[in-house]
């Protein structure tokens, strides 16, 4: 999941520093999977902030900038907009629109839970806070009947290869699956140390596609002909599972 937060009045920093820029919403799932033929989901949602909100919800491509609105995505979720006193729990339905998505390999959208904190909270210590509006997305993988494999072993269908570039490496991952490859951490190990990739927001590497990830702080000369990159991939339960690849400069 990734969140977006939008300050209220104050600077973000001032924000941070104040609320810690802890999540407020809590979901049952940190995934969802629509197989072809489902039809409705529900998601279980808990407030964990010592106020009140207002919730608004919807599904889109992802753009973190796009208008509920403008969204174009197959699916309705019901509440759209709901309030959530505090500690309390609520059900939320996400329900397939239905819509010709292709059938040969995984698609993806990303469900928005958008939460709107009380302007003015009066009570301490609250009200010497920092409010803000925080945006959570969620990933929703469509998923086909007719798909060839599984998820599980979609990472059996991945390899490597370093990029060279002006400044050094990139790493290119190439995925022959028909899933999509949600990475939590990606890194090249050699001997003496570990060269993390570029954490992003985003860390999904699309079906039957190359995707290059930044290499910060490697030169030529620092890798050896050959070396190993350690890739920590989400599974469907959003577990973490750690494989090992090699790749050659």
């Not at 609520?90 to 709107?116: C, H, M, Q």
Request: overall charge positive; charged content about 15%.
């Amino acid at each position: 999941m990734r969140k977006k937060y939008l300050t209220m009045g104050c600077a973000l920093l001032l924000a941070l520093a104040a609320m810690g820029a802890q999540a407020g919403i809590i979901a049952s799932a940190t995934r969802m999977i629509f197989r072809e033929g489902d039809t409705e989901k529900t998601l279980m949602l808990l407030n964990t902030n010592g106020y009140p909100i207002v919730a608004q919800t919807w599904v889109d491509n992802g753009d973190v900038n796009a208008a509920p609105e403008l969204s174009r995505a197959p699916f309705v979720t019901l509440p759209s907009v709901f309030a959530l006193p505090p500690s309390a729990l609520k059900g939320l339905r996400i329900l397939f629109a239905g819509a010709a998505l292709p059938t040969d390999r995984e698609s993806v959208f990303w469900l928005n839970l958008y939460e709107i904190p009380p302007s003015q909270p009066t009570t301490p210590p609250l009200a010497s806070r920092v409010t803000l509006a925080m945006n959570t997305q969620m990933k929703i993988f469509y998923r086909p009947k007719a798909l060839k494999g599984n998820a599980e072993n979609a990472a059996e269908a991945v390899s490597f290869t370093l990029q060279k570039t002006p400044g050094g490496y990139l790493l290119r991952c190439h995925n022959r699956s028909a899933f999509y490859l949600s990475f939590a951490r990606i890194a090249v190990k050699t001997d003496r140390r570990d060269y993390p990739v570029r954490q992003e927001s985003d860390m999904m590497t699309a079906p039957f596609s190359m995707r290059d990830y930044h290499l910060d702080g490697v030169t030529a000369p620092t890798l050896p002909s050959q070396v190993t990159v350690q890739a920590t991939l989400i599974n469907d339960q959003g577990q973490q599972i750690v494989k090992s690849y090699t790749a050659n400069p």
